[in-house]
């Protein structure tokens, strides 16, 4: 019987073995479906639209072929197409099941225009990622159907004309595993149901022999033969001699099983629930009104931040303001003009610090689809701590994005703004909503700083956050004393504060306040008293420098740029404006004119 039980185990073994193998073989369908493209018309370009790539569900992987080095890059549909707006380009799309191409000419002014150099699409601030590789490019993908895939080879040779989209059928063999893994099980048992078949022939096969006659037996003293011929033991039991035989059999069983579970991947067994468990997170609405996206996502502007930081990096180290401009602009790129002009004629001076590439603690992009476009974006060093601020913008879909604004943080100051996937809209300069004006604020300020607590507008600002009106406070008094030490009795020095001509930039926060940031230009002037007394700067290099001459009967008026970010209330709120972080940097210096 053991052996019908060991055959029939076999069988069932085959069949199950049988039946998972063919499940991973002939049984199985293919694994991808892909879809060719094919471009009939010669141009420098192929947008690939969103439709096309989500016309299946899961990842998409692009592959494209071609001569030479393929370019591709992707982002939302409406920037790409408004990139591609100075170039022809076929726009491939998806109409039901079919694959449509059309070609789209660059508006007559466009095509007859002559730009100063060709338009290229590498390195374009507008992607969010892009890709390129030699004669065959493959790109995996997972986008969305309102973003879009560029094609192209350098922009001026005719882009690649064959292209494919591939998907995952999503083919899966979920009883495959069980099959062959429950397969090996019943080829175990069934081998050692034939062992045990095997023993049991055996021992039932044995030689029959007649007995001798059995001699009468009587009882035997244990304590008299234990005294006269010691104590006899016993040898072991056929039972326990077999005993090591039974490991042997076992192991095969334990291999086979451990060899079946891991030649089975994870597609060959059944799912039951989900694979992830979703953890809850903070629920944010979408302002009423706002529909636009972000300007961008937080990889494109952590990309964005690394070129304008190498770019700055390498004006640096040749004091190029012309290499700032590529991705300076406002008062970043003035500060940076003037250190400049002065690290060239004075060799120990300091250059200013470098822009911050660590990882992105706060971003906060405008969600406007047109230009310009901005975004803030706060970086923390690991090392020191220290936090900067960044306004960062883009005046069209051609153009670099640009800093203009700059600022390190001051302590505890905090934000209350939305998710880089939601943004927020741009507040406008001449806004009734907030507390101040956004236009209105650098003037504000700039009084503050002035007349202190006797400013009509001190009420508004809340002290307790302003380092930097200490800090401005104390380095007039300062200079003061200084100054009256030797010219009290020929000359005198002035402070005032006055708004910059930058033109600030606001965004709104979820509080229903805004984030500012505003340029105040601060003046220091040292005119004589006497009309017969000279100011002399000898022992001032960088006034020295900036103005060209060592003395003065008019005397001097020197500027420095303060870049300042505050938080501003709503009208309706009962908090103040907080101040939260700046940089100053000399601007100017210049002899006073007569009046």
């Given at each position: 019987?053991?052996?019908?039980?060991?055959?029939?185990?076999?069988v069932?073994?085959?069949?199950?073995?049988?039946?998972?193998?063919a499940q991973?073989?002939v049984?199985?369908?293919p694994?991808?479906?892909?879809q060719s493209?094919?471009?009939?018309?010669s141009?420098?370009?192929?947008?690939?639209?969103?439709?096309?790539?989500?016309?299946?569900?899961?990842?998409?992987t692009?592959?494209a072929?071609?001569d030479?080095?393929?370019?591709?890059?992707?982002?939302?549909?409406?920037?790409?197409?408004?990139w591609?707006?100075r170039s022809d380009?076929?726009?491939v799309?998806?109409?039901?099941?079919?694959?449509?191409?059309?070609?789209?000419?660059?508006?007559?002014e466009?095509a007859?225009?002559?730009?100063?150099?060709p338009l290229?699409?590498?390195?374009?601030?507008?992607w969010v990622?892009?890709?390129?590789?030699?004669d065959?490019?493959?790109?995996?993908?997972?986008?969305p159907?309102?973003?879009?895939?560029?094609?192209?080879a350098?922009g001026?040779?005719p882009?690649?004309?064959?292209?494919?989209?591939?998907?995952?059928?999503g083919?899966?063999?979920?009883?495959?595993g069980p099959?062959?893994?429950?397969g090996g099980i019943?080829?175990?048992?069934?081998?050692?149901?034939?062992?045990?078949?095997?023993r049991h022939?055996?021992?039932?096969?044995?030689p029959?022999?007649?007995?001798?006659p059995?001699?009468?037996?009587?009882p035997?003293?244990?304590?008299?033969a234990s005294?006269d011929?010691g104590?006899?033991?016993?040898?072991?039991?056929?039972r326990q001699?077999?005993?090591?035989?039974?490991g042997?059999?076992?192991l095969p069983?334990?291999?086979?099983?451990?060899?079946?579970?891991?030649?089975?991947?994870a597609?060959s067994?059944?799912q039951?629930g989900?694979?992830?468990?979703?953890?809850?997170s903070a629920?944010?609405?979408?302002?009423e009104?706002?529909?636009d996206p972000?300007?961008v996502?937080?990889?494109?502007?952590?990309?964005?931040?690394?070129?304008?930081?190498?770019?700055?990096?390498?004006?640096?180290?040749k004091?190029?303001?012309?290499?700032?401009?590529v991705?300076l602009?406002?008062?970043a790129?003035a500060?940076?003009?003037?250190?400049y002009t002065?690290?060239?004629?004075?060799?120990?001076?300091e250059?200013?610090?470098?822009?911050?590439?660590?990882?992105?603690?706060?971003?906060?992009?405008?969600?406007?689809?047109?230009w310009?476009?901005t975004?803030?974006?706060?970086?923390e060093?690991?090392?020191?701590?220290?936090?900067?601020?960044?306004?960062v913008?883009?005046?069209d879909a051609?153009?670099?994005?640009?800093?203009?604004y700059?600022?390190?943080?001051?302590?505890?100051a905090?934000?209350?703004?939305?998710?880089?996937?939601?943004?927020?809209?741009?507040?406008q300069?001449?806004?009734?909503?907030?507390?101040?004006?956004?236009?209105?604020?650098?003037?504000?300020?700039?009084d503050?700083l002035?007349?202190?607590?006797?400013?009509?507008?001190?009420?508004?600002?809340d002290?307790e956050?302003?380092?930097?009106r200490?800090?401005v406070?104390?380095?007039?008094?300062a200079?003061v004393?200084?100054f009256?030490?030797?010219?009290?009795?020929?000359?005198?020095?002035?402070?005032?504060?006055?708004?910059g001509?930058?033109?600030?930039v606001?965004?709104a926060t979820?509080?229903?306040?805004?984030i500012?940031?505003?340029?105040?230009?601060?003046?220091?002037?040292?005119?004589?008293?006497?009309?017969d007394?000279?100011?002399?700067?000898?022992?001032n290099?960088?006034?020295?420098?900036?103005s060209?001459v060592?003395?003065?009967?008019?005397?001097?008026?020197?500027?420095y740029?303060?870049?300042?970010f505050?938080?501003?209330p709503?009208?309706s709120?009962?908090e103040?404006?907080?101040?939260?972080?700046?940089?100053?940097?000399?601007?100017?210096?210049?002899?006073?004119?007569?009046?």
């Amino acid at each position: 019987m053991r052996f019908v039980w060991a055959v029939a185990a076999f069988v069932l073994a085959t069949v199950m073995i049988g039946a998972g193998i063919a499940q991973r073989t002939v049984l199985q369908g293919p694994k991808t479906e892909t879809q060719s493209i094919e471009i009939a018309e010669s141009t420098p370009y192929v947008l690939v639209d969103g439709g096309v790539l989500s016309g299946h569900t899961g990842s998409q992987t692009l592959r494209a072929q071609g001569d030479g080095e393929i370019f591709a890059a992707y982002g939302r549909t409406d920037d790409m197409m408004a990139w591609l707006a100075r170039s022809d380009y076929v726009h491939v799309t998806r109409e039901g099941e079919e694959i449509v191409t059309e070609s789209v000419a660059a508006p007559q002014e466009e095509a007859d225009a002559e730009p100063s150099e060709p338009l290229s699409p590498l390195g374009s601030d507008l992607w969010v990622d892009e890709f390129q590789q030699e004669d065959v490019l493959i790109a995996p993908l997972q986008l969305p159907a309102d973003m879009s895939v560029l094609v192209a080879a350098d922009g001026v040779e005719p882009a690649p004309a064959q292209l494919s989209v591939t998907w995952p059928t999503g083919v899966t063999t979920p009883w495959a595993g069980p099959l062959i893994v429950g397969g090996g099980i019943m080829l175990a048992i069934g081998i050692v149901l034939y062992i045990l078949g095997v023993r049991h022939v055996r021992r039932s096969r044995g030689p029959r022999r007649k007995g001798l006659p059995i001699a009468r037996t009587e009882p035997i003293d244990l304590s008299e033969a234990s005294a006269d011929k010691g104590v006899i033991s016993s040898s072991p039991s056929r039972r326990q001699l077999s005993g090591g035989r039974r490991g042997f059999v076992a192991l095969p069983v334990v291999v086979v099983s451990a060899l079946l579970v891991s030649g089975c991947s994870a597609d060959s067994w059944p799912q039951f629930g989900p694979s992830e468990t979703p953890t809850p997170s903070a629920t944010v609405v979408v302002p009423e009104g706002q529909d636009d996206p972000p300007a961008v996502t937080e990889a494109q502007a952590e990309r964005i931040l690394t070129r304008i930081s190498a770019q700055v990096a390498a004006a640096d180290e040749k004091n190029s303001a012309a290499q700032a401009a590529v991705r300076l602009e406002g008062p970043a790129l003035a500060a940076r003009k003037t250190n400049y002009t002065l690290r060239k004629e004075l060799d120990d001076h300091e250059p200013l610090p470098a822009i911050p590439t660590t990882a992105l603690k706060i971003l906060l992009p405008e969600a406007f689809e047109g230009w310009p476009r901005t975004f803030f974006a706060v970086v923390e060093d690991a090392d020191s701590g220290v936090a900067t601020i960044m306004t960062v913008t883009q005046r069209d879909a051609w153009s670099n994005y640009k800093l203009s604004y700059v600022a390190n943080m001051v302590a505890d100051a905090s934000l209350n703004v939305a998710p880089p996937y939601i943004g927020a809209p741009k507040v406008q300069p001449d806004s009734a909503f907030l507390l101040i004006a956004p236009q209105d604020l650098a003037a504000a300020y700039a009084d503050v700083l002035d007349k202190g607590d006797d400013s009509e507008f001190a009420p508004m600002f809340d002290a307790e956050t302003d380092t930097f009106r200490t800090l401005v406070a104390d380095n007039r008094a300062a200079r003061v004393e200084d100054f009256n030490k030797t010219g009290s009795k020929t000359g005198k020095i002035s402070f005032s504060a006055s708004a910059g001509s930058t033109n600030p930039v606001a965004m709104a926060t979820l509080d229903s306040g805004a984030i500012v940031a505003v340029t105040v230009n601060e003046n220091d002037t040292v005119t004589p008293t006497n009309e017969d007394a000279v100011i002399k700067v000898d022992d001032n290099e960088v006034v020295k420098t900036l103005s060209g001459v060592t003395q003065s009967s008019t005397g001097f008026r020197s500027s420095y740029a303060d870049q300042l970010f505050f938080f501003v209330p709503s009208q309706s709120s009962t908090e103040r404006i907080r101040f939260l972080g700046y940089s100053s940097d000399i601007l100017s210096a210049k002899v006073v004119k007569k009046k």
